[in-house]
């Protein structure tokens, strides 16, 4: 769990990772997730950071060098959330109470297991809330993830 007692605490999912990593046809995308990617309370997970290298290899065609590399920045800079048994199944009582998608439902759980209050993912319900946790979709006009 991490300590909330300097304000908020947000997860960001690898879409946002990956738009900050590879510039995409949408330049605005890119700098407002360049922008989200500098906040000081980032948590993320391995899952998180799999997704992001293999994607970095396919898309960008990172070297596996590069990719040592971001992943040491990773767990330097962000905390980074280990998926264990109770992040499983709690991503299963997500995916049966809330019809997300297994690995949406992964990221939710870690996010609930690091008790962010904000996720930020391009992905999934804009402004639902679980918990404590919102999910914020910053390309939809609403500035409140950042």
């Not at 596996?64 to 590399?69: G, L, N, S």
């Not at 949406?104 to 804009?126: F, P, T, V, W, Y």
Request: charged share 20%; hydrophobic share 40%; proline share 1%.
């Amino acid at each position: 769990m991490i300590d909330k007692s300097d304000g908020r605490v947000c997860f960001i999912d690898s879409n946002i990772w990956l738009y900050s990593f590879i510039i995409s046809q949408d330049i605005n995308k890119s700098n407002i997730s360049r922008s989200l990617i500098q906040r000081d309370d980032i948590i993320i997970s391995t899952q998180v950071i799999n997704e992001v290298c293999i994607n970095l290899i396919r898309k960008a065609h990172f070297s596996e060098k590069d990719i040592q590399h971001l992943i040491g920045n990773f767990y330097e800079r962000y905390h980074v959330i280990e998926i264990n048994k109770e992040i499983i199944h709690k991503a299963s009582v997500i995916r049966e109470h809330h019809n997300f998608s297994f690995w949406d439902s992964h990221i939710l759980a870690s996010a609930l297991h690091a008790n962010a209050d904000i996720l930020i993912s391009e992905d999934m319900q804009n402004n639902f809330t679980i918990q404590q946790l919102t999910i914020i979709n910053p390309f939809n006009g609403s500035r409140d993830g950042k």
